[in-house]
């Protein structure tokens, strides 16, 4: 017996291979590579914003009336609100709160839903049709009204804004899941799994689930502007984040009062909401490209 | 005669349709298959050759009959009972493109049967599947590579290696060669001959190629929609077939060298299996139907070589 376990660069170099292959083809694509560029400044924005913006106290409720909606210039670069706060430190600071919102409503909505769908496509039958039923009932129903709501029931705040928005958002991967799950469920390689006598939960966690990844992580990746515009709208409408926590849709709420005569206070704000959704936007474009070739381009 | 392997006995397997309707897939099969024989089950598509090897497997539940397993009917067992026993019984699909699964590699595919039935250790699996894709006459290299590297031929030795981990008695070919290439056909054919030789196992060997039926299979099973129409030793039903559809699946054969295109045999397509018609269902194609055939049903009839032809009984 003389097969010996080889190294991992060469049990896997047809992965890596393929892994390089995806960077290549995700690099030829300018606006994948905008989209990447914008996703990677906002994370690093989240990351760091403390320690890089100018005025960090002033994303706590302190108040400089001297200051009151300054003109954008050099000490203050988006100018500054009506409590005399730095524009551009709140604008920053707000990226936190907002990657925070989109990771736990994308990541529950998919704990949630993935799991779901992968049942309801496998089992098929009576799980089928409960899961799909409830699951219809969901979409039936606009998901920002559903969530207007649900916080309604809850009462305002931002995490009951990620409550509501969650609670809405996993439908929509059940039925991502479920349609592939149910072609993958007849497949012969899942078959042949059930000649040898695999367990159900073996097959679903080695077979389907594998094979149901890429337009997961696709759906994901534009989710997660998805979603922050729905949490920025709740702040809008007052029923998300409270001032003076610095967050997007609740700066552009108290702006528009001051629009159009103090322009900046709404425009920064909502140009960075634009910005990070078009981000998310375009990189879930391009891992579709690559990832999901065969999908249609909506 | 050694008591038979598997044994099928008025099998059927019924799709249930909108409307009241059934879709009768297999409507009463009986085989039988003897240890190390190789029976040949023969049809056009759709007339239920995969499902009679599906439901031998008990890969699905039967709606009637008995799956007579080393003598056990196996027709009702749940999937808990039935594991034990897949270890005596594998298939190998048509595709072989479709039957593993992208994501894993062929050390993966091939070391699932073994896992999943615990029966090498966490060392001895490495050197299990290097022995098995040996056996099938693949390289040591070939363990870390993932299905989309492999040839059509390669990823097909990789399934039978699959197949053979557990050591079955009996392996249910679906169409093992109709995907690959004419060349590949020849050498899986000869390996999977080869195989049987050393090894005793038992073939339910499923196709619509006559030829390689002829070479490879001892005995053969010809169906019409859902039943076994004709079933006989291999040179008895190919030299002297009884029953009217078996010899038009011969005649439809091309001559390797044709003087001239042969007649078509026979007219008109497969009822549909949600309305097979009263009566020898064969009847509405038949070039020797006669009054009875419309009326009674024939059943097999004969010893070694069976036929369901109410001329053939007659005769």
Redesign the interface.
Known sequence: MSATRPSFAQRHAATLRQLRFYAWSFGRSPSSMLGLAIVALFFALAAFGPWIVPYPLDATGAMNLGNRLKPPSAAHWFGTDEMGNDLYSRVILATRTSLWVGLTIVGAATVVGVPLGIAAGYFGGAVRAAIMRVTDVFLSVPGIVLALAIVAALGPGILNGIIALAIVWWPGYVRLVEAKALALRNEPFVEAARAVGASHARILAVHILPNCTSPIIVKASMDMGLAMLAAASLGFIGLGAKPPAPEWGAMISVARTYMPNWWWYAVFPGFAIYLTVLGFNLFGDGLRDILDPKSSRG | MSAPLLELRGLAKHYPLKGGRVVRAVDGVDVALHPGESLGLVGESGCGKSTVA?LA?R?IPPSAGAILFQGRDISGLSDSA???L??D???I???PH????????VFA?VA??LV??GVAGRDGV??R???LLRQVGLP?SF????P??LSGGQKQRV?IA?AL??EPKLLALDEPTSALDVSVQAQILEFLQELRSRSGLAYLFISHNLAVVRQVCDRVAVMYLGRVVEEGPVEAIFTAPRHPYTRALIAAVLPPRPAGMPEAPLAGDVPNAAEIPPGCRFAPRCPIRMDRCTRDDPALAGTDHRAACWAASEA
């Open positions: 599906r497997l890969l039935l594991r034990p897949r270890r019984m594998q298939l699909f048509q595709n479709a039957a593993l699964n992208p994501r894993r590699t595919s699932e049967p999943v039935q490495l050197a599947v290097g022995d040591d363990l870390w590579r993932y989309h590297e399934c699959r981990a557990l």
